[in-house]
T-cell receptor, first 114, second 115 residues
Framework: QQQVKQSPQSLIVQKGGISIINCAYENTAFDYFPWYQQFPGKGPALLIAIRPDVSEKKEGRFTISFNKSAKQFSLHIMDSQPGDSATYFCAARGWSGGYQKVTFGIGTKLQVIP | DAGITQSPRYKITETGRQVTLMCHQTWSHSYMFWYRQDLGHGLRLIYYSAAADITDKGEVPDGYVVSRSKTENFPLTLESATRSQTSVYFC??????????????FGQGTRLTVV
């Protein structure tokens, strides 16, 4: 049972273009939605995150759009660069028995071509 | 050095053998996690720990055992390795939850091959 659905699984974007990755969730109790970036051979690292009481968060070229009613959120990478080529994971934090648990999406492999 | 370290980075083992993956963090984070990463499945939670001596199952716990006697260490043991456990394993740690926007810090991963 996949609690966080992510699409597409792979994405090819030309340099300077906009990369868009979408995620959807079912559990309305999720209270924190981070995005992680992973380069080959490395562990994931936090890129940007949002709480559900905010509709948009921007950090540099990276923007999260959040639609609470639709239970969807997306990552936009503006002016995509070859250095952005990586795998991106959306995630959602929930709680079970008083302890936090973070569930990840399936990942999107982004390739930015010159 | 501060951070989270996993060992070994690469491991080849035979079916049926017991193998232990080590994870050590220097931040005194309360939470620690073990994930496996497989193509087409993303990151799946195996076990997590909210504090020393507190552990619980994640999505895919079968065939794995964890312990957390000290805050800084969170070893993962495959009791009898199977080929389906061939994967890249990531350990992560984070501060307590609540109102804190908790960032998870990941190790560099252990690539395990079961032959």
């Amino acid at each position: 049972q996949q609690q966080v659905k992510q699409s597409p699984q792979s994405l090819i974007v030309q340099k300077g273009g906009i990369s868009i990755i979408n995620c959807a969730y079912e559990n309305t109790a999720f209270d924190y939605f981070p995005w992680y970036q992973q380069f080959p051979g490395k562990g994931p690292a936090l890129l940007i995150a949002i709480r559900p009481d905010v509709s948009e968060k921007k950090e540099g070229r990276f923007t999260i759009s959040f639609n609470k009613s639709a239970k969807q959120f997306s990552l936009h990478i503006m002016d995509s660069q070859p250095g952005d080529s990586a795998t991106y994971f959306c995630a959602a934090r929930g709680w079970s028995g008083g302890y936090q648990k973070v569930t990840f999406g399936i990942g999107t492999k982004l390739q930015v071509i010159p | 050095d501060a951070g989270i370290t996993q060992s070994p980075r690469y491991k080849i083992t035979e079916t049926g053998r017991q193998v232990t993956l080590m994870c050590h963090q220097t931040w005194s984070h309360s939470y620690m996690f073990w994930y496996r990463q497989d193509l087409g499945h993303g990151l799946r939670l195996i076990y997590y720990s909210a504090a020393a001596d507190i552990t619980d199952k994640g999505e895919v716990p079968d065939g794995y055992v964890v312990s957390r006697s000290k805050t800084e260490n969170f070893p993962l043991t495959l009791e009898s390795a199977t080929r389906s456990q061939t994967s890249v394993y990531f350990c992560a740690s984070s501060e307590s939850g609540g109102r804190v926007n908790t960032e998870a810090f990941f190790g560099q991963g252990t690539r395990l091959t079961v032959v």
